[in-house]
């Protein structure tokens, strides 16, 4: 089969890797010369506006899927008249806009932080009045990896967000004090199969995640995380993987935000479970089969950001699965990660300590020191 | 890094899987226009006595090696005039004929089947009359999966076969009773470091090896085959994976065959193991550290010979680990291969009882059911 794909960064790699190993054939739709997904598949090197190019690559491919969220839903309504796009429009546009979303999961009574719209300097003040101090100021689209969003504890701060952030439509979120971070991978096939992946536990430094560490301890709210992730998937009627971060209150969930896509924070599948959410995310696109979703013992994923180290420090120690996504060194990139594999949390403690020693400096600057803390 | 592979078949394209993943570029040298590895990288199609196509080659890339070991030497001599090739033309010209090969294990001290070689018809009576019937008659160049070879009992046999075989200088093999084939795979990177799995087992139909089994059952003969393989790869200085196929005669070992390149019987180092032969032949090559050699848990590979099977009943199994090489069906290719992953033996025969039901009328026509006897 001939997968198109919009969008063609290293998530888009990731799903080509496994697909190509399932026998299929990729077609990457990416405005980016140097789409690191390029080296896969052909590459259609276009804007999402470019209907001629959105037609070529419609007429290339027999479904078409997404690495990227914020494809506009104009192209993905455009693609539709001529092959499945899946997910689709609908499941682009819940998650383009943070106050649809957070709307949506309200609706399908999935606590979230309270929340209020503001357009304007007076809406904006008014709405922070009703949330109250700390809160988050936030655009409603295109913001991610910490971009787009403040923090704000006083009047002081909102005016200084208001100058950063108002040219955008903005949303104001309640601070929340969260034990800690953790997402659920869902997926659902065209047929209505889904599987959800075992919890993973997230750690973010300057608004990017950095480590991700599965199954994460977590009985008395995994049940919890897979009602929520399970009622979006069906609601929606939704084809291919979903991620939904959460924010553990202790032992109750909150909703942060969903992607709708693979995810991050599931990259720790592809060595720690029996089936990667790239694997199960074409399976179900394709409508196969899913795969198990089982992890297999304990997985620890860092993200390298920046710059890759060097592979003849961290790779001294023989367990490393890496994972280099081809892509220039830029400072604040994600440009790979690395999984460190074990049966059991304790032997898992005692393989991250070998690998940092193999790190030696290279440990600090990668931001990953933050997972052995 | 940009890394050249002669040959563009399935072990060129998990090479490049794996290699992709590692962040490293391909270039393939295939005669082939349908070479399935081109789909991952750029793709010369030429002959490989094209000086031109091979100069071009090797501009393009930072080091060679190959997936196919009948690479002629001339190709490969002319080649590391530019770039290292990696394994180089002695281990080649070592696998190519048997004779050759033959003698290179009797100097190693390395027991084989008795063997002597047959140019013309005496001569093959007469190495016939020292062997003695059952013997093995085989080209001693270009045979692979069974081809080029055959069992004579009688001096009738051996009439037809010289009639089928007369055009190619042969060898005369003792045919010899042995309890089971086993293979060992080795790696040796440019520094001289090795590794070593663990043992495989075997079972091949026509002379198609159909499936796998690692780690063997096989402690009373593991230091043996691991000191054949270390004497090759350390006399040859070699670099990259070697595959060594071993006879097992009941507690000790005689070997049959090498082959220079990643192979067959390690395609269950793909899920099955810490690193895949395809990765630590690329580290090897590219003189990073190797990784873990460590089996997990017991795997079984079996290949899909000529066709597919469909996904939709085998992949309702949810364990699978699913290989599809993008061939087109065709009569005794192979096609793909799955892997069957469990903690241990006992557990690995009920996933393979429950894998077999999902095939159905699958398995039979796949061959694979000689696994399950």
């Known amino acids: 089969m001939k997968i198109g794909v919009l ?106 932080p309270l929340f209020s719209p503001a357009s304007d300097w007076q809406q904006l003040q008014a709405s922070c009045r009703e949330i109250g101090y700390p809160c988050v100021i936030k655009t409603r689209r295109m913001g991610y990896d910490g971009k787009g969003q403040a923090v704000v504890h006083n009047d ?3 005016a200084k967000a208001w100058e950063t952030l108002k040219d955008n439509d903005l949303i104001v979120e309640a601070f929340v004090e969260f034990k800690r971070e953790l997402s659920i991978i869902g997926v659902r096939s065209v047929s209505g199969s889904t599987a959800f992946y075992p919890l993973t536990e997230n750690r973010h430094k300057n608004g990017i995640l950095i480590t991700s560490f599965a199954p994460a301890v977590a009985d008395d709210v995994r049940d919890e995380a897979q009602r929520y992730a399970g009622k979006i998937l069906d609601s929606l009627e939704y084809c291919g993987v979903l991620a939904l971060e959460l924010f553990d209150m202790g032992g109750r969930l909150m909703a942060n935000e969903m992607a709708p896509r693979v995810h991050n924070s599931g990259h720790w599948t592809l060595d720690g479970a029996v089936t990667s959410q790239f694997e199960n995310h074409l399976r179900a696109v394709m409508d196969w089969p899913l795969g198990s979703t089982n992890a297999i013992g304990a997985t620890a994923m ?54 940092a020693m193999a790190l030696g400096e290279q440990l600090k600057s990668s931001g990953a020191d933050a997972f052995l803390r």
Chains 1, 2 share one sequence.
């Open 7 to 112: 969008g063609g960064g290293q998530l888009g790699r990731m799903l080509a890797l496994e697909g190509v190993r399932l026998g299929q054939e990729f077609v990457f739709f990416d405005p980016a010369p140097d789409a690191c997904a390029g080296q896969l598949g052909r590459h259609i090197c276009a804007d999402y506006d470019d209907e001629a190019a959105l037609t070529e690559f419609a007429e290339a491919v027999d479904l078409i899927t997404l690495d990227f969220e914020n494809v506009p839903t104009a192209a993905t309504d455009f693609l539709s008249a001529f092959k499945p796009v899946r997910p689709g429009s609908q499941a682009l546009r819940m998650a383009q806009d943070r106050l649809t979303e957070k709307t949506f999961f309200s609706d399908l009574q999935i606590p979230c």
């Open 156 to 158: 002081d701060e909102l």
């Open 302 to 355: 860092m993200n390298w950001i920046g710059a890759m180290p060097d592979p003849a420090n961290a790779l001294s120690y023989p367990n490393a699965r890496w994972h280099d996504y081809g892509k220039k060194p830029r400072a604040g990139r994600k440009v790979g990660h690395v999984n460190i594999c074990a049966d059991n949390i304790l032997a898992l403690q005692a393989e991250l300590g070998k690998f």
